[in-house]
């Protein structure tokens, strides 16, 4: 094509490179959905780049971008397959995804839509929320992925959904929708992403020259701003979890949302620590096990408590107790909850909470407990327990680990729960007292008669139980609970008919003791549970002891009330 000609062709808005071309069978134009009309020469054009094809008339007039077109990096999409309720598109073959359910495959990062079969041709043009190293822009454009879209033009308020073919266009970050070119070229250059910017690391201060997913290949601007990390779980939430990703990829740069699953937290805290990143929030998405595998990547990483950054928790595990005790709820069911969540963010204060490391000690030759158990440390963050609710636990535990599909319901793993509790209840529970020891603060504690010991830190235990009850009621030296002041509360259930009603909510546990120092023995191998991990343990000292302190978001407004004492 000579240079006049494909002056006249190119679309430079849009940077499509389109050349004239022949077709053979009937073809739509993929902006107007009309018929290409003509029996000889080349009735129309087609993209070089994209394949996008168009009527020679229509080309000018394109709202569809060339996927080339970005002034940031990008990569190939994360894929997931999908479930459509009207109909959707191919962005690669541009033909309908066709079935009743899962017709085809999603970007979870910027919603670009493909049949499996056509994922092998499918466009690296998934943006990274980066640019290139020696990118002087301080500005940011509009990405744009080319339709199935809903709602009205942002331009000229024109209904945009189409039954038969792609059309229009959005941008990644603002989610501007456009309908034609005509209204693409009105708007103005600048994007300003939809979400609040104190939580949003800029795309322009992201700056990489190798691959935009290795995150030791990114260098991050000097930020004035605290912006928000998410991990998330994919495995929580019974199937939800990458949902939430795909959620907060539309929140927030890509950058700053990290698959824990897939990548773990170390790669995205050491890119944050050698960018000299430390005033930021973090998000849990997950379940209390999520807040605390993050608890342990702070250990890990030596960060001192006064530099850690505050952590908010979304619910998507089964208890959630520390979110519940944090105000943060108990579930969430939706992904769509994530915008509530981040608008929740800017009202929260911070606070520190105790974390309580558990070493096992068994008995050398003279009969005394000073072996340190090799990798016997653990660390809790809510409770530790021994007895009849460990024993129900560790049940529900050996089967999800033989069958983990049938476990991806949140009501229908209570109702797995209650089974085992109901069968513990029949067949009773030996009694602990004559198992156990206990001595707090150095002093030796008299058991009566119990089935289960819990040690709690947290007011919320068992899914939404407060084993402490109500400050009212405390007699002698003890005080009201809280989760930072150095002390853990020591409770005893009786039976698992009691543990039941606990968890019904109609009784309470009976008030042990409250200290800063734990020390349990074990004479016999007994079933045992830190933070709902359950396991057998056999003879061996319990020393519980504070281990640190960690920095948590809550929301004041439907924290426990004593988070605001």
Not at 201 to 214: K, Y
């Amino acid at each position: 094509m000579n240079s006049s000609e494909r002056h006249v062709w190119e679309t430079p808005h849009l940077q499509h490179e389109f050349e004239p071309k022949r077709f053979n069978s009937p073809t739509n134009c993929e902006n107007c959905g009309k018929l290409i009309i003509g029996l000889i020469g080349k009735q129309g054009l087609k993209c070089e780049n994209c394949s996008f094809i168009s009527h020679k008339k229509c080309a000018d007039k394109c709202a569809h971008t060339c996927p080339f077109n970005y002034i940031g990096n990008y990569n190939e999409h994360k894929f997931l397959l999908t479930t459509y309720s009207s109909p959707t598109f191919c962005n690669i073959c541009r033909r309908l995804l066709a079935g009743v359910a899962k017709q085809g495959l999603e970007c979870i990062i910027c919603g670009f839509k493909s049949h499996e079969e056509c994922t092998i041709a499918a466009f690296k043009n998934c943006p990274t929320g980066t640019v290139p190293e020696d990118s002087v822009h301080d500005k940011w454009g509009h990405q744009w992925l080319e339709g199935n879209l809903k709602g009205s033009c942002s331009v000229c308020k024109s209904t945009m959904k189409s039954t038969s073919h792609l059309w229009g266009a959005r941008c990644f970050w603002c989610r501007v929708k456009v309908c034609s070119y005509k209204c693409q070229k009105v708007l103005p250059y600048d994007c300003i992403p939809t979400v609040d910017v104190e939580s949003l690391i800029p795309p322009t201060s992201v700056h990489t020259d190798g691959d935009p997913t290795n995150k030791d290949n990114l260098r991050i601007d000097p930020l004035d701003n605290s912006p928000l990390i998410a991990f998330v779980n994919t495995k929580s939430g019974g199937g939800l979890g990458p949902l939430f990703e795909k959620e907060f990829c539309k929140l927030l740069n890509p950058v700053q949302v990290v698959d824990l699953i897939q990548d773990g937290p170390d790669s995205t805290i050491n890119m944050l620590m050698r960018n000299n990143i430390y005033d930021y929030k973090i998000v849990a998405a997950g379940g209390d096990g999520t807040a605390a595998w993050l608890f342990a990547a702070y250990d890990k990483h030596d960060i001192p408590s006064e530099e850690q950054p505050p952590l908010a928790i979304l619910p998507l595990g089964t208890g959630n107790d520390l979110s519940r005790t944090l105000g943060w709820g108990n579930g969430c069911d939706s992904a769509e909850d994530a915008t509530k969540f981040m608008s929740r963010i800017p009202l929260t204060s911070t606070m520190g909470l105790d974390r309580w490391k558990i070493n096992q000690f068994s008995v050398d030759e003279n009969g005394e407990y000073s072996v340190k158990v090799p990798n016997g440390k653990l660390v809790a963050n809510n409770y530790f327990s021994v007895g009849v609710d460990a024993e129900i636990a560790l049940k529900f535990h050996n089967e999800r680990e033989t069958n983990p599909d049938a476990f991806t319901s949140r009501v229908g793993n209570y109702l797995k729960y209650a089974k085992h509790g109901a069968s513990a209840a029949m067949q009773g529970y030996p009694d602990l007292s004559k198992s156990i020891t206990l001595e707090v603060d150095g002093e030796y504690v008299h058991l009566q008669p119990l089935r289960a010991l819990v040690v709690v830190n947290l007011p919320s235990c068992y899914g939404g139980c407060y084993l402490w009850g109500s400050d009212d009621e405390l007699e002698g030296n003890l005080q009201p609970m809280r989760i930072d002041d150095g002390l853990v509360e020591i409770v005893g259930i009786t039976s698992a008919s009691h543990l039941g009603k606990i968890q019904a909510g109609v009784s309470s546990p009976f008030r042990i003791a409250q200290g800063s120092d734990v020390k349990i023995t074990l004479s016999k191998p007994l079933p045992c549970q830190v933070d709902g991990e359950p396991a057998k343990w056999e003879p061996c000292r319990i020393h519980i002891s504070l281990e640190n302190q960690v920095r948590v978001l809550y929301d004041t407004a439907k924290c426990h009330p004593s988070l605001n004492e």
